[in-house]
């Protein structure tokens, strides 16, 4: 016969872990199907020679400290998982060659806005009417979150006036509505690539809540990299009575009286009151539901979505120490063009990509590499079909190309020289991605998420976008809080609180 | 009431967009087509191409080098073999007896002759070995195999590598670097090889026709064969005599540039030629190593604790929900003992490196040798295990992933 579940879950990625533990931590019995052999999806980590590299997570926000937990940290805490988080030393980091441009940006409201100042003499008091907006707009939406669609229109003209006429502009527009000179956009711009889209587009309303949570928690990152927080969930959720099947795939969904009853696996078949899955909406209703079952709106809204981006990441074990190769920073920016609208189109060719994240794990997480030595992360961001025109024999040269490229992007904008200090490379693609997370195209942040599908939007409609199937919800990159691990934490453990309560009400 | 801030342009058209906001997505839904979702997507079917989980292969051709040395080739069945870089390996899944257990092989043939539809491997018997005689006598043209997509990091990486490459072989270690030879006449691979390879005595050379053809064919390919038991020839014959020693590595190393050392062979070899390497001041990004297998009898590792030798424990083994209990002995790995059981267990490198076996401790204790250690951080710490590498020391429960 059998076995039986009240959830099962389809992933393990950040979303799918949450909501299994959540799920388990309320007496559900959980099963969780993963078809690659670890936990935690880019939350991972792997080992080269003397180095563990983090393959994925640059830092996280709403963690704060101790004393003044974010809402990550009180989550964490919340579902027993206790990390000893290592706050990264400033927020970021942007250079701009061609137009000179080298500013280094901290942590701190007031910080914040003092050193835009001294970059930009005479921007305070836009900087101060912007945060202004920024801390309205996030408690409007601490209110949203709580209410979805069922607000109170007076209450929201009333205390959140300002809010409501930014709430569906772009980023763009609302630094045009509040006057921010031309230099300040271009340096608040810089996380865009964070959001998946370029400020021209994106909505403000997604910048808004990082920007602030970066601002007055920090950013963290845990100390033996992101795989230390799968780990963690996969063990407490074992120890809560859940299981996890890894390398295990989920064929199909069953359905029973229009409702979800199951899954088929390549182990067996498996029964469940409700299914969350951790994994994209067109692999679940192009491959795994019957199309008898598949709502028409399901078919339409993915069609009407597009793929956001992949990463190409260059991970180097280097022999020497950062400050034997004169690294300073923990994340900088490279970008070619101040106009990140032009930066986001060249994701979708391979050449003459020179947007370059780097990451210096060591600059924050004290001998996360022996002695003497330092890890570098480069991340360049890969649209479309950037990685697929490549023949099997080609792949390899076509790699370390691009990684030299990055390489010397890094080189040429520091002045560190590291090419000779090489002791481990390796190189992960949107092919690599796929290979580990399984998504179509290796896609890391699920859908673009902006305008009619933006997180507003998502956050209004949760409970219709989960119940189209009735038992079949959504968590992780592609489920209503988007991307980054904060959010896909923070929707599995929504998620799971939904299947919670339907199993309760016994629908 | 919030203070109302100056925006420019803005007004009741904005504050009306949103409102309108849930109508606009529905919308935008409504007007989508309802044609078929995307099922395929090019980055996952090159991934596919790249990474098969695995392959369906069936022996071809068998070439006795003697009756001990044979080597397989294979032909894929289920679709084209999987490009590789030279000097990866092949997880087979063998079935033999009553189990079925798998054994990582260095691929021999060399890339591009994936084009031509094949792989070869080479196998020797090892006399107190499990799988080597059992293929060396089973196997004959038209046995069919699962094996892995191409794995392992044995491979010259220029991105990290010098442009000159000191090949150290032993015995059967000889095979990936055939490969990389074979790459390197190619144009696969753009290095120089100097292949110092330790034979017993003349008649233990594998592959010598094979190597005098490249050498000849590429000139960036030299072969010294090292014999350690024989006085026959000389080094215009490409014959040198005793052990790689540093002196040795020196005579054919270039002397105005670094190099790499890449070594493949038993352990014993690693021992020594590790020490001939230091003495030359040769730093670590410039050595690598092969994997070599499953260590048996532990307790003769320093830092093995006493006594426990020979025992046999009982493991509880949870895996897919269901418990079995097994035996499992103490002079064998616990990645062994589930094969025993006749459990499934995914298993690649089979050395500590590759983490497929990964599995969670959850009572009891084992021994790990510390110089094999590839586990993560966060898997020490939290107890995880990888059962390849990991010997019983009492009786334990584990949760094992299915294979």
């Known amino acids: 016969m059998a076995k039986s579940y009240d959830v099962v879950v389809i992933g393990a990625g950040n979303g799918g872990l949450v909501a299994g533990l959540t799920a388990a931590l309320n007496g559900l019995k959980v099963l969780v199907v993963e078809q690659h052999n670890l936990p935690g999806g880019a939350a991972s980590s792997f080992v080269r020679g003397r180095f563990e590299f983090e393959p994925a997570i640059h830092e996280m926000s709403r963690v704060g400290t101790k004393e003044e937990p974010g809402q990550l940290r009180s989550m964490m805490d919340a579902l027993g998982i206790n990390i000893d988080w290592v706050r990264v030393p400033e927020a970021y980091h942007l250079v701009v060659k061609s137009e000179g441009i080298d500013e280094e940006m901290p942590f701190g409201v007031k910080e914040f806005i003092e050193k835009m100042e001294y970059y930009h003499p005479g921007s305070a008091g836009k900087m101060q009417e912007f945060i202004a907006l920024c801390i309205e707009s996030l408690k409007a939406f601490g209110y949203l979150q709580g209410v979805r669609d069922k607000y109170d229109r007076a209450y929201l003209e009333e205390n959140f006036p300002n809010f409501l006429q930014v709430a569906t502009l772009t980023i763009d527009e609302v630094f045009e509505a509040v006057g921010l000179p031309e230099d300040v956009r271009i340096n608040l711009s810089t996380y865009w690539s964070y959001l998946g889209l370029s400020t021209d587009k994106e909505d403000f309303m997604l910048f808004c809540p990082m920007l602030m949570g970066y601002l007055t928690n920090g950013a963290y990152v845990p100390p033996m990299r992101s795989h230390e927080v799968s780990a963690k969930m996969e063990k407490r959720i074992v120890d809560a009575g859940g299981e996890i099947w890894f390398n295990t795939l989920v064929e199909k969904i069953i359905m029973e009286d229009g409702h979800v009853a199951g899954v088929v696996t390549n182990r067996g078949e498996v029964r469940a009151k409700e299914v969350i899955a951790n994994c994209s909406p067109h692999v679940v209703f192009g491959s795994m539901l019957d199309p008898k079952y598949v709502p028409e709106d399901e078919i339409r809204l993915a069609n009407a979505r597009h793929y956001d981006f992949s990463v190409s990441i260059v991970y180097l074990g280097l022999n020497k120490s950062m400050e034997e190769l004169g690294i300073k920073d923990y994340t900088v920016f490279f970008q070619d063009y101040v106009d990140n609208a032009k930066a986001f189109d060249s994701l979708k060719k391979r050449d003459n990509n020179h947007n370059v994240v780097s990451t210096c794990l060591n600059a924050a997480v004290q001998g996360a590499s022996p002695e003497g030595t330092c890890m570098i992360a480069l991340t360049i961001g890969a649209l479309e079909d950037s990685w697929s025109d490549i023949e099997p024999e080609d792949y390899v040269k076509v790699k370390n190309q691009f990684a030299l490229q990055a390489i010397e992007t890094f080189e040429d904008a520091t002045g560190c020289k590291i090419q000779d200090a090489i002791e481990e490379f390796e190189m992960a693609t949107p092919v690599t991605l796929s290979r580990y997370m399984y998504t179509p195209q290796g896609n890391i942040y699920g859908y673009l998420m902006y305008g009619w599908d933006g997180i507003l939007s998502r956050g209004l409609t949760i409970e219709e976008d989960n119940n189209r199937v009735p038992g079949l919800k959504f968590a992780g990159a592609h489920g209503y809080m988007g991307m980054g691990f904060s959010s896909s934490y923070f929707s599995g453990n929504l998620i799971a609180n939904m299947s919670i309560e339907a199993i309760k009400e016994g629908k | ?403």
């Open chain 2, 1 to 403: 009431m919030a203070e109302k801030l100056q925006l420019k342009g803005l007004g009741q058209k904005e504050v009306d967009a949103f409102f309108n906001l849930i109508n606009t997505r529905h919308e935008k839904i409504a007007e989508a087509p309802a044609t078929p979702l995307q099922t395929k997507f090019p980055v996952n079917e090159l991934m596919r191409k790249l990474h098969p989980i695995s392959q369906a292969l069936e022996v071809c051709e068998i070439i006795e080098h003697t009756p001990d040395v044979k080597t397989y080739v294979f032909k894929r069945t289920d679709g084209e073999p999987a490009y590789f870089r030279a000097g990866q390996y092949l997880s087979l899944v063998i079935p033999v007896a009553n189990v079925t257990v798998t054994r990582p092989y260095s691929i021999c043939s060399t890339p591009s002759e994936t084009k031509n539809g094949i792989y070869k491997i080479t196998v020797k018997r090892v006399d107190d070995g499990f799988i080597s005689p059992f293929i060396l006598d089973n196997w004959t043209v038209g046995t069919q195999i699962t094996s892995s997509g191409p794995l392992g990091r044995f491979y010259y990486e220029p991105m990290r590598d010098a442009k000159t490459v000191i090949g150290v072989a032993g015995g059967s270690g000889i095979t990936p670097f055939l490969s990389l030879a074979g790459a390197i006449r190619d144009g696969v691979e753009d290095a120089n090889l100097i292949l110092l390879y330790g034979s017993r005595t003349e008649s233990d050379i594998l592959f010598r026709d094979e190597f005098k053809a490249i050498e000849q064919a590429c000139p960036k390919v030299k072969v010294v064969h090292v014999l350690s038991d024989s006085t026959s020839g000389d080094p215009t014959d490409g014959i040198e005599h005793g052990f790689i020693t540093a002196e040795l590595i020196q005579k054919y190393a270039p002397t105005d540039e670094p190099y790499s050392v890449f070594l493949c062979g038993p352990q014993q070899m690693y021992n020594f030629v590790d020490g001939e390497l230091q003495k030359l001041g040769i730093i670590r990004k410039y050595i690598r190593h092969e994997l070599f297998g499953e260590i048996k009898n532990p307790q003769n590792i320093p830092g093995y604790p006493e006594d426990h030798a020979n025992q046999t424990y009982r493991m509880t083994v949870r895996n897919l929900g269901e418990t079995t209990q097994v035996d499992c002995n103490a002079n064998e790995s616990i990645l062994v003992a589930l094969e025993r059981a006749g459990i499934a267990t995914p298993a690649h490198c089979r050395s500590g490196e590759c983490g497929f076996c990964r599995s969670r401790l959850v009572t009891g204790d084992v021994f790990i040798p510390s110089d094999i250690e590839g586990r993560r951080l966060a898997d020490i710490a939290l107890g995880f295990i990888h059962p390849c590498c990991s010997y019983p020391l009492s009786d334990l429960e584990i949760i094992a992933p299915p294979r």
